[in-house]
């Protein structure tokens, strides 16, 4: 390598690194200013006269004679109970991931070793049904689930984000198992095992990045729903994206903006430990489903 070569090498690494940092800070400023802010008054972290105010906390000290308080995370989670509804979204999440998975394993499994023309009738129709907005297809089980008092129950926003979710599940989970050989199944049959013996035993354990990646996908569309839970959760069982809008207030009722910024902060922890610890089969499925073999 000349001396030329190397320098220009070297410019180019400085460059990238340089841009991915710079990216990196542009990326995660909201998250770190937001977390920043939760440690504040209202006044300091949406102060008009003087911006430096949501930095150095001058009426956060003034109030409570220090430049941070936790009065946000004190008054989300125990005066307006927010751990409620973070138990409640954990239990949505929990079942809406396990049915989905169930279901789109089994389903995306069949329908990808199926030689039916009608196969890829039924993947057109399942993504015609995710194409369409959430909100319309809620509105028609409003009227069903007051007649038969199921409204503002857990099981019954579980139900009904299950039915939407399922069709983008099933289409991952199709295209994963496009990519595993069939020879693999014939293998396994050849070796003494039965259909669904050679899919739990041989596929699933090939394919299990797939099924983490379209589970953790699964998981976010659950954790951050915000029309259905809404329409279909009482205020008792809100889970927290609906909590947090509610604690903006309306033009009708007051609200406390603090105690949302703290909300999102807390809400928004769990997804970031939860990316990190999954990052590796995450990119692993992305990148299994991304080729077809």
């Known amino acids: 390598m000349t001396n030329k070569t190397q320098k220009l090498f070297t410019f180019n690494s400085l460059f990238s690194n340089s841009f991915v940092i710079v990216w990196l800070i542009i990326a995660a400023f909201p998250f770190i200013w937001t977390f920043w802010g939760s440690f504040k008054v209202e006044l300091d972290f949406f102060s008009i006269a003087d911006w430096t105010n949501a930095i150095t906390g001058k009426l956060t000290q003034e109030t409570y004679g220090s430049a941070f308080t936790g009065t946000g995370y004190e008054g989300a989670w125990i005066q307006e109970k927010f751990w409620l509804s973070t138990i409640n979204t954990w239990v949505v999440c929990f079942f809406v991931v ?7 394993t089994l389903g995306g499994y069949a329908l990808s070793r199926s030689g039916y023309r009608y196969t890829f009738w039924l993947l057109i129709i399942a993504l015609i049904f995710r194409a369409m907005p959430p909100i319309t297809l809620v509105a028609g089980y409003m009227l069903p689930f007051f007649e038969w008092n199921l409204w503002g129950k857990l099981p ?10 399922q069709p983008f599940t099933l289409w991952m989970l199709h ?11 014939e293998s396994a049959k050849v070796d003494g095992c039965t259909q669904f013996q050679a ?9 299990w990045p797939g099924v983490i990646t379209t589970g953790l ?8 729903d915000f029309a259905v839970t809404s329409m279909l959760l009482s205020d008792e069982n809100r889970t927290m994206v609906p909590k947090i809008a509610a604690f903006l207030g309306t033009t009708y009722t007051e609200g406390n903006i603090m105690f949302a910024v703290a909300a ?6 769990p997804l970031f430990i939860l990316v990190m610890f999954f990052q590796r089969q995450i990119v692993s499925g992305l990148t299994a489903g991304a080729v077809k073999g």
């Open 264 to 269: 999102v902060v807390s809400s928004t922890v």
């Open 98 to 104: 396990s049915i989905s998975l169930t279901i789109g």
């Open 217 to 224: 996908f699964s998981f976010l569309l659950a954790y951050n």
């Open 156 to 165: 019954t926003t579980i139900v009904v984000l299950v039915a939407i979710n």
């Open 199 to 207: 899919f739990r035993r041989v596929i699933i354990p090939v394919m």
């Open 175 to 185: 295209s994963f198992f496009q990519t595993i050989p069939k020879e693999l199944d």
